[in-house]
């Protein structure tokens, strides 16, 4: 059964940090390329970074650029997002998932965690 679990989202002020974590089990996990969405209420979820299978290449969406980095540990079967210089902007339900392939099909999904950027 495949499970994906995000962790670490909470509130945080303007300019803070936090790192958001996603174990996954089920699956091959080093097989998959992983992403991070977000969504707010009423909005479509919304693409933020993308890794391929074995870490060598990511992608972002532009407003994150230089703020978030996305990684993975194949060992720990563990997906992570590490968020700097946050913005009200960026409070959203984030969610992990599971790519057929890099810039391919998103198959599997988590279920999210919440992020508040306020003061």
């Known amino acids: 059964q495949v499970q994906i679990v995000e962790s670490g989202g909470g509130l945080v002020q303007p300019g803070g940090s936090l790192k958001l974590s996603c174990a996954a089990s089920?699956?091959?996990?080093?097989?998959?390329?992983m992403s991070w969405y977000r969504q707010v209420p009423e909005k479509e979820r919304e693409f933020i970074a993308e890794?391929?299978?074995?870490?060598?290449?990511?992608r972002y969406l532009d407003s994150v650029k230089g703020r978030f980095t996305i990684s993975r540990d194949n060992t720990k079967n563990t997906l992570y997002l590490e968020m700097n210089s946050l913005k009200p902007e960026d409070t959203a339900v984030y969610f992990c998932?599971?790519?057929?392939?890099?810039?391919?099909?998103?198959?599997?999904w988590g279920q999210g965690t919440q992020v508040t950027v306020s003061s």
């Open positions: 089920g699956f091959v996990f080093r097989n998959y390329a």
């Open positions: 998932a599971a790519d057929r392939t890099y810039r391919g099909q998103t198959i599997y």
């Open positions: 890794i391929s299978s074995g870490g060598g290449n990511t």
